[in-house]
């Protein structure tokens, strides 16, 4: 994986929404509706629905928060024409990167990276700042005219 450095976020941006959820697969589905309340009538709203699915399955599988009392959190940040997803894990001794799969490999696993490294505008994985995991973040961008109503929903959670 490249790693790449976040862009500022155009526009004015709303308030950071933040939810916590149990490192449980189950816990997967409400990652992704808390996602998608977030994004309201985003013409991008299936592509972070996707995206969250795959970054938060890969905290559950391959970081401590799938481990007994294991958590994660995802935040979602939204400015006109722009939102990034973050996925804050309890880490592992792994570095998340894309595998480039041959698009014709019928394995189960090990596209979720490539799938985020496809379709995300930008994305990129640091140690946490507080040094207790790691976060895995993407950003994706639209044109304001494509969104229904002009805009993207403000976070109310």
């Known amino acids: 994986m490249e790693e790449?450095?976040?862009?500022?976020?155009?526009?004015?941006?709303?308030?950071?929404?933040r939810r916590r959820f149990p490192g449980l697969a189950s816990q997967i589905q409400h990652a992704r509706r808390f996602v998608e309340r977030m994004l309201g009538p985003s013409p991008e709203l299936t592509t972070a629905t996707l995206l969250t699915s795959e970054v938060a399955t890969n905290?559950?599988?391959?970081?401590?928060s799938g481990m007994p009392g294991g958590k994660f959190e995802v935040t979602v940040d939204l400015a006109a024409g722009w939102a990034r997803v973050e996925v804050r894990d309890l880490g592992s001794p792994?570095?998340?990167?894309?595998?480039h799969r041959d698009?014709?490999?019928?394995?189960?696993?090990?596209?979720?990276?490539d799938l985020v490294d496809a379709l995300a505008a930008t994305w990129g994985s640091e140690p946490r700042p507080d040094g207790l995991g790691r976060l895995v973040w993407f950003e994706l961008v639209?044109?304001?005219?494509?969104?229904?109503?002009?805009?993207?929903a403000s976070p109310t959670e």
């Open 59 to 64: 905290a559950v599988t391959h970081s401590a």
């Open 4 to 17: 790449r450095q976040p862009p500022s976020a155009p526009g004015a941006r709303g308030p950071l929404a």
């Open 94 to 99: 792994e570095h998340p990167q894309a595998q």
């Open 142 to 152: 639209w044109h304001e005219e494509d969104a229904p109503g002009g805009a993207p």
């Open 103 to 113: 698009p014709y490999d019928t394995s189960e696993h090990g596209r979720g990276l």
